[in-house]
């Protein structure tokens, strides 16, 4: 796969598990897009999502239907218009039954159409950490359901120079993992830079225990 920069690793993982769904019999996806009737919290509509998934898994198991599978991504319409669902699979549903199951659980309209496997990976552009939205921190930008396999993020691994300074840091100072994201990245820049580690981290830091043999003073792990 290439990237015009570099990816996050949930992009990576998610990419990799679009290319594990399984096709419909005319060899395409169905992309679906769910919405809601009025704006509401992210913590609610996933909610209702999972109401949704339940209330339509217990449909299909009595009618003896094959368990829909495919991967959900959320997006947060740029015109206001609040929480987007977006669903890809390769499971053929009637559209009035989603209709009815989707209002059932809280839902508003719904879209749905038919695209080629390679289409699927435009989801991953609302998988992007730079812009988003306070309201989805902590929460997991796309999942799979239904027992759709998919790669873990926590599988992938990114081999750098700077995932390796961001290595030594960790093994090398106590405590590292307690400053924020974002003085970790300082640190590693710094690092990067031949500058010491902790240049316009806060003066009050004290976890400054070395171990591994490493100086604090241009610590340069390569």
């Known amino acids: 796969m290439k990237y015009p920069y570099p990816p ?3 992009r990576v993982a998610f990419d990799f598990s679009v290319e594990s769904l399984p096709l419909s019999p005319r060899g395409n996806l169905y992309l679906w897009t769910f919405t809601f009737c009025e704006v509401i919290d992210v913590a ?3 909610r209702r999502w999972s109401l949704f998934l ?3 898994r217990n449909e299909r198991r009595r009618k003896g239907q094959e368990t829909l599978q495919g991967l959900r991504v959320f997006e947060l ?5 609040g929480l987007h669902i977006h669903a890809a699979t390769g499971c053929y549903l009637h559209v009035s039954q989603v209709r009815r199951l989707w209002g059932m659980a809280g839902g508003g309209r719904i879209d749905v ?3 080629p496997p390679e ?3 435009y989801l991953s552009k609302y998988l992007r950490k730079q812009g988003r939205p306070s309201c ?5 930008m796309w999942a799979a359901f239904g027992g759709q396999a998919h790669t873990r993020v926590k599988d992938i691994v990114v081999d750098s120079a700077w995932t390796r300074a961001y290595a030594v840091l960790v093994a090398s100072i106590d405590g590292f993992k307690k400053l924020s994201w974002w003085q970790r990245i300082r640190a590693v820049d710094n690092v990067e830079w031949g500058r010491a580690w902790n240049v316009g981290l806060p003066d009050d830091w004290s976890g400054v225990a070395i171990g591994l043999g490493v100086e604090m003073r241009g610590l340069r792990p390569f």
């Open 8 to 10: 996050t690793k949930s």
């Open 44 to 46: 609610d509509g996933r």
């Open 54 to 56: 339940k209330l339509l």
């Open 77 to 81: 319409h740029p015109g206001g218009h």
């Open 113 to 115: 159409r038919p695209i």
């Open 119 to 121: 289409r699927v990976s």
């Open 136 to 140: 989805f921190y902590g929460v997991r």
